[in-house]
């Protein structure tokens, strides 16, 4: 697919950074000459912020045969160290080494480089985020990403001057799909290094930006830069797409009202499903937002339908199926699910993949998401969605984030406790929990409120729950601080990053 884009692109701009861009044909040239240096090697470890070395190194590595390892470069060194020791004898690309890559010297192999097509090898290792657990190696193969691929996009079907913004770091499954996606499309692919919602505005305006993707903490951002009732300046901007963790309603319908040209799309997918498996799409989120009835406002809530080549179920604990609009676990299958991890693969004998999310298909057949099946709270024997009570916090006009805990208590199992993140008015938390609990049945009223300047999150905007529950549980009830930050079974917690 390399060698398709180049020839049908030529001299054409495909990837920028800040000043700097490489033309199809030179991005061709250059994995070419990477591809000689990666032959033979067991993997490449990339270590690096995004860079135009990026994807050099991963179709260089597609070109060699050889998997492509993109690491979180935020990591501490213990835990960056321990993965990298899992990779003796790997390339490793830091940033000493990205302009290397990059090098004008030399003329390609005489015996030209070819990818070798092997659709079973393993094209790229993922390492999950790591919140609920040590990171874990997820494996995609070619023909996983290949799937994905032929399912979503046509070919060079972007129109001429078509731009997209990638914001997601490099290590990120939307980092890797946003580049394959748009590139395959025909799209002139523009770097963000570091995300702030001015540069993000000022470069879609001097980019002249046509598709970005966001996550929605980043989102949030830049709706708050925008004055209350303007529309954001940024007339070539068509199409915007979110994902990579839950986006609030609230924040879904300002950006709507902020961006009234602009096309929204909600993704879900999971690193181990080779990105989206699900979409929300423009005509839905605008029909939701010019709704009348709750219900069919509450729509922006969804993450849609399930894309071409892609089976969604929902089941009980027990395995069996839950009738329709009732929770159950999601499962999912589909060429491009790969549900495999170094050294294991958790698809059951028929290949669906369990993904760790707790769902509910309407009678439509959108799927609404209620959160990580393993963050349900059981209070008095009652199991309660934190998603449930978050949604209704963050109405509050006090409220900018919230998110619901169970902690540990010897009378209930669990009590409620809320963690919000204000919007600059001075709340009181007894307050905020009144007006819960005129809103909630007194079973899901928090009990307890708690007020911090932020959320622990990872770089691409997904919260560190655990952390904020040994954090919280430490200073409410330090005797149970130890079992509250014990963390899950690695295989039984799939990290959920959409995209």
């Not at 954001?232 to 199409?239: E, K």
């Not at 949604?391 to 209930?412: K, Q, S, Y």
Request: contains cysteine; negative net charge.
């Amino acid at each position: 697919m390399t060698l398709e884009m180049a020839a049908t692109a030529g001299e054409r701009p495909a990837v920028g950074l800040g000043e700097r861009s490489l033309s199809a044909a030179k991005l061709l040239l250059l994995a070419r000459r990477a591809a000689v240096r990666f032959r033979g090697a067991p993997a490449v470890l990339y270590r690096a912020p995004n860079h135009l070395a990026y994807p050099v190194a991963l179709f260089g590595c597609a070109l060699a045969g050889v998997p492509f390892v993109p690491l979180n470069y935020r990591l501490g060194e213990d835990q960056l160290t321990e993965i990298e020791g899992r990779h003796p004898d790997a390339v490793r690309i830091g940033p000493d080494e990205l302009e290397g890559l990059l090098d004008d010297a030399g003329d390609p192999p005489a015996d030209d480089v070819q990818a070798p097509w092997d659709q079973d090898a393993v094209a790229v290792i993922l390492y999950t985020s790591g919140t609920t657990a040590a990171p874990k190696a997820a494996l995609l193969r070619h023909r996983h990403l290949l799937a994905y691929v032929l399912n979503t996009l046509e070919f060079n079907s972007a129109a001429e001057g078509d731009a997209a913004l990638v914001a997601v770091p490099p290590y990120h499954i939307a980092g890797l799909t946003n580049l394959m996606s748009n590139l395959y499309t025909g799209r002139r692919v523009v770097y963000l290094p570091a995300f702030t919602a001015d540069d993000w505005l000022a470069t879609v305006r001097r980019e002249k930006v046509t598709h970005a993707m966001l996550v929605p903490t980043m989102l949030a951002r830049i709706v708050e830069e925008i004055p209350e009732d303007a529309a954001a300046d940024v007339p070539t901007l068509r199409s915007l797409a979110y994902g990579g963790a839950r986006a609030p309603r609230s924040v879904v319908e300002k950006a709507l009202r902020t961006f009234p040209d602009t096309a929204f799309v909600n993704a879900y997918g999971l690193t181990e499903t080779s990105s989206s498996i699900a979409v929300l799409g423009p005509e839905d989120h605008r029909a939701a937002l010019a709704a009348s009835e709750p219900a069919d406002r509450d729509r922006l809530t969804s993450v849609g339908r399930p894309l071409p080549g892609v089976e969604i179920e929902l089941r009980t604990a027990g395995g069996e199926l839950t009738p329709p609009g009732s929770v159950g676990l999601v499962h999912v299958r589909g060429e491009q699910i790969s549900g495999e991890y170094r050294g294991r693969s958790v698809l059951d004998a028929d290949g669906w993949f369990p993904t760790g999310d707790l769902g509910r298909l309407d009678a439509d057949g959108y799927l609404y998401v209620e959160g990580r099946a393993d963050d349900t709270i059981i209070r008095g024997g009652e199991n309660i969605a934190p998603a449930e009570i978050e949604d209704v916090l963050l109405t509050h006009p006090g409220v900018r984030e919230a998110v619901v805990i169970g902690v540990p208590d010897e009378e209930w199992g669990q009590r409620i406790v809320a963690v919000l993140v204000g919007s600059g008015e001075n709340v009181e938390p007894e307050e905020v929990r009144r007006w819960a609990k005129s809103r909630l049945r007194t079973s899901r009223t928090p009990d307890t409120v708690v007020f911090r300047s932020d959320l622990p999150r990872t770089g691409t905007g997904k919260l560190l729950r655990r952390t904020l529950i040994a954090e919280i549980t430490e200073a409410v009830d330090p005797a149970h601080a130890a079992e509250a930050a014990e963390p899950d079974h690695p295989l039984d917690n799939p990290e959920k990053s959409h995209a």
